[in-house]
C-alpha cells in the first residue's frame, strides 16, 4: 500500500482568467488508509485525482507517491471512473485482464488472481459473458476488478457508483468495503454522497464550494464488520 504526500498542491487550468482548480491542497495519506474526498460539483476532486493518477501535471506544490514525485501515471494505481469504460466486444474476463495486457505482462500468471477476484465480487458466473449482458453494478465491478487485477498499492475512484440507482449504489459501498478488508490498498474515493464518503472512509476531506481548498479533515472512527 502506497503512501501520498500532497503540500501546496496548486493546479491552473489556462484560459481567460486562468481558473485555480487545486489552491493549495495540504494532505498525507497514510498506507492502507481509506480517504474520501467529498465536497459539489465544480470543488476540484476529480483534478485532485486525476494529479494524483498522474494524468495532469500539477502547477505548483509538491505531490508525491512513496516519497517519489509523480510525473506521469505511477506504476502501481488502479483507477475506477463513474462510467465503467468496459470495452462492449470483449468478455468480462478478458476486460478484467486489459491492463496486464496493455502491460505486456503474461496473462496466463494471472489466472489465478483474476478466478479470486470474480469470486470476491460474485462474478464468477459471468466471466465468459460481455458487458452488454450485465447489470450497471454488476458492470462497475467488473470494472473493480479491472482496477484491482495488477494488485494496486493505490485505487483511485471517481464517482464509481454515481451513475447507479441508490439501493444498487448501498449495495455497492457495502461490497467495496469488504473487498477493502481483504486488499488493503491505499484508497482515495471522489464522491459528493456524504452517506457514502463517511461510511467508507478513514477520514473524508471536504473540499470548500470555493475551488480548490480543503474546508475541513474528519475523522471517521466506525465500527467496521
Ligand atoms: P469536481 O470533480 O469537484 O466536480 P473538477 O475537478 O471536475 O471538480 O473541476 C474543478 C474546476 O476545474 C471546475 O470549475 C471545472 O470546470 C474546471 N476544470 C476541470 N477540468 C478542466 C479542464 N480540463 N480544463 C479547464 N477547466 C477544467
Ligand atoms: P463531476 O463534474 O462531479 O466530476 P461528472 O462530470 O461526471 O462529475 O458529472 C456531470 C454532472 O452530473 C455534474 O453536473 C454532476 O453534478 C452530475 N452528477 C454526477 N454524479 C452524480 C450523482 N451521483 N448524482 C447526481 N448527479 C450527479
Same mark, same amino acid.
Given at each position: 500500500a502506497a503512501t501520498l504526500h500532497a503540500a501546496e498542491v496548486r493546479k491552473r487550468y489556462p484560459g481567460e482568467p486562468p481558473l485555480l482548480a487545486l489552491d493549495g491542497i495540504s494532505l498525507d495519506v497514510k498506507p492502507g488508509e481509506f480517504v474520501s474526498i467529498l465536497g %459539489? #460539483? $465544480?470543488? $476540484?476532486k476529480s483534478t485532485f485525482l486525476r494529479c494524483i493518477a498522474g494524468l495532469e501535471p500539477i502547477s505548483s506544490g509538491s505531490l508525491q507517491a512513496d516519497g517519489r514525485p509523480i510525473s506521469g501515471p505511477p506504476d502501481h494505481v488502479g483507477m475506477v471512473f &463513474?462510467? *465503467?469504460? !468496459? !470495452?462492449?466486444?470483449?468478455s468480462i474476463a478478458r476486460n478484467i485482464l486489459l491492463p496486464v495486457e496493455f502491460a505486456g505482462k503474461?496473462?496466463? &500468471?494471472?489466472r489465478q488472481a483474476l478466478r479470486e477476484l470474480l469470486a470476491l465480487t460474485g462474478l464468477s458466473d459471468f466471466? *465468459?459473458?460481455? %458487458?452488454? &449482458?450485465? #447489470?450497471g453494478g454488476m458492470r462497475q465491478r467488473a470494472a473493480i476488478c479491472r482496477a484491482l487485477i495488477d494488485q494496486p498499492s493505490l485505487l483511485l475512484m471517481d464517482? %464509481?457508483? $454515481?451513475?447507479?440507482d441508490a439501493l444498487t449504489r448501498d449495495q455497492m459501498n457495502a461490497e467495496l468495503q469488504r473487498i477493502w478488508m481483504k486488499t488493503r490498498n491505499t484508497v482515495v474515493f471522489v464522491t459528493h454522497g456524504i452517506a457514502e464518503a463517511v461510511f467508507l472512509a478513514d477520514r473524508v476531506v471536504v473540499f470548500s464550494?470555493? %475551488? $480548490?481548498?480543503?474546508?475541513e479533515i474528519i475523522e471517521i472512527d466506525l465500527p467496521r464488520p
Open positions: %459539489p #460539483s $465544480g470543488c $476540484g &463513474q462510467r *465503467d469504460a !468496459l !470495452l462492449e466486444w470483449r503474461p496473462v496466463a &500468471q494471472y466471466a *465468459d459473458r460481455y %458487458p452488454k &449482458q450485465l #447489470s464517482e %464509481p457508483f $454515481g451513475a447507479l464550494p470555493r %475551488p $480548490g481548498r480543503i474546508a
